[in-house]
């Protein structure tokens, strides 16, 4: 993560003339800067702006996200279709800072044939292999964004988590454990609903675990304690809808919050009762 700040507000500068002691109380935050790439399960519910609504509401740092998303693509299209290859190669002048860049494989790895099947997982790792690289050459770190079995199919739970762990222990990424979360909570709580009617996508409860995962992963950090309602600007493929009033990403009970929190901290690879 690198040292940037955020600018103080002329207010908070008057503030601070005025009251040293509270000023100090509230410097300015470490920020992480996130690009998301993969494909729906991330512009649904605004999942960057998820994250970034969780970490504003917790001491560490703030998780400011944009993404590069198209709708169903792998990871393989995203090269190919030269876009993202674009990005990256960008000069220095116009080169936007990234710390990480977190990557989602299509979710069933590019299989859209046969439903209930999942696709072989050499193209994921292909492309895996060729972005992490690009994603070093411009100063980032590259995690990756592990994907849930659809509704009907939870079988593929398991085949998702060894190939996405494989691919990482490989390349010595991390892995949001984003789809191990979702199987211990439909396992323990199937009144929870994680999906949309479509039995693929995520609704928002199933974004915001996915967001505490997230945020748990790249920064270490718990999420307990986050936000249970986070408002937000609507999302399409194309990023944040600039013209629309902010709307509500997402609203829950306090228990469902914490309970979705404390899975999304496990999954991390942390103690449930690690330090926030």
């Known amino acids: 993560m690198r040292g940037r700040r955020l600018k103080p507000t002329l207010g908070a500068l008057l503030l601070a003339a005025a009251v040293a002691a509270p000023a100090a109380a509230q410097q300015a935050r470490d920020t992480i800067d996130v690009l998301y790439v993969g494909n729906s399960y991330i512009y649904f519910n605004n999942l960057p702006g998820l994250v970034e609504g969780i970490s504003k509401e917790l001491t560490g740092p703030v998780v400011r996200g944009t993404a590069h998303t198209h709708g169903g693509a792998t990871l393989r299209a995203h090269l190919e279709d030269r876009h993202l290859t674009a990005i990256f190669s960008q000069g220095p002048a116009r080169q936007r800072h990234w710390d990480w860049v977190v990557l989602q494989e299509q979710s069933t790895l590019g299989r859209i044939e046969r439903p209930g099947e999942l696709g072989r997982p050499e193209a994921f790792y292909e492309a895996t292999?060729?972005?992490?690289?690009?994603?070093?050459?411009?100063?980032?770190?590259?995690?990756?964004?592990?994907?849930?079995?659809?509704?009907?199919?939870?079988?593929?739970?398991?085949?998702?988590?060894?190939?996405?762990?494989?691919?990482?222990?490989?390349?010595?990424?991390?892995?949001?454990?984003?789809?191990?979360?979702?199987?211990?909570?439909?396992?323990?709580?199937?009144?929870?609903?994680?999906?949309?009617?479509?039995?693929?996508?995520?609704?928002?409860?199933?974004?915001?675990?996915?967001?505490?995962?997230?945020?748990?992963?790249?920064?270490?950090?718990?999420?307990?304690?986050?936000?249970?309602?986070?408002?937000?600007?609507?999302?399409?493929?194309?990023?944040?809808?600039?013209?629309?009033?902010?709307?509500?990403?997402?609203?829950?009970?306090?228990?469902?919050?914490?309970?979705?929190?404390?899975?999304?901290?496990?999954?991390?690879?942390?103690?449930?009762?690690?330090?926030?």
């Open 129 to 276: 292999r060729e972005l992490t690289p690009m994603i070093s050459a411009v100063g980032a770190k590259a995690a990756l964004y592990m994907t849930w079995a659809k509704q009907a199919f939870p079988m593929q739970s398991g085949t998702l988590s060894r190939v996405y762990r494989s691919i990482g222990a490989e390349l010595g990424l991390p892995v949001a454990a984003v789809g191990e979360a979702w199987a211990e909570v439909l396992r323990a709580r199937p009144d929870l609903s994680l999906y949309t009617s479509d039995g693929s996508h995520p609704n928002a409860t199933g974004s915001y675990l996915a967001a505490c995962v997230i945020y748990a992963t790249l920064t270490g950090r718990s999420p307990l304690g986050a936000p249970r309602e986070i408002t937000g600007a609507p999302w399409n493929m194309e990023g944040p809808i600039v013209s629309a009033q902010p709307t509500v990403l997402v609203s829950l009970s306090p228990a469902d919050a914490e309970y979705l929190q404390r899975i999304a901290w496990k999954a991390a690879g942390a103690k449930e009762t690690g330090d926030r």
